[in-house]
């Protein structure tokens, strides 16, 4: 009984503790620091430094193994409409996701998200270029 206790004392501290995986009981995620990829004005078409941000991404995960993807989609004040910024947000996010996917990261380790000009990097209605993006971030409890 001693031993049996002992064993789930020493448990739940190095679950705690972080050092789980010493005992392999907790594989811990790597840390990837998010990626952001940015677009011309009004559209949703990569651009080749943006091709190169989703490659470096893709590497990144296949470096990770089976890690979560969150792309988050974003468009500037003066990009149409509340309405067409989120639509606008969206086909950015689903051309990056469809580039990841070319470039072999599975369909189930993606989650995408629009959210026009409602979080902009930049506090402006005016056409703001850091305002037009997609943030790649990894891992749980990445993203929004």
Do not use: C
């Amino acid at each position: 009984m001693r031993i049996v206790l002992a064993l789930a004392a020493a448990l739940a501290l190095a679950t705690t503790a972080g050092a789980g995986a010493a005992f392999g009981l907790v594989q811990e995620q790597p840390v990837i620091p998010p990626a952001i990829v940015y677009f011309d004005a009004k559209s949703a078409e990569l651009t080749a430094k943006g091709r190169e941000q989703v490659q470096r991404a893709a590497e990144e995960v296949r470096r990770a193994g089976q890690i979560m993807v969150v792309i988050a989609g974003h468009a500037d004040g003066a990009e149409g409409s509340d309405e067409q910024a989120v639509d606008l947000s969206y086909m950015r996010a689903t051309a990056v996701r469809e580039h990841l996917q070319q470039l072999g990261v599975p369909p189930a380790l993606i989650t995408a998200q629009a959210f026009g000009n409602a979080r902009p990097a930049v506090e402006t209605r005016a056409s703001e270029p850091d305002n037009r993006r997609v943030e790649i971030t990894f891992g749980p409890g990445s993203g929004w």
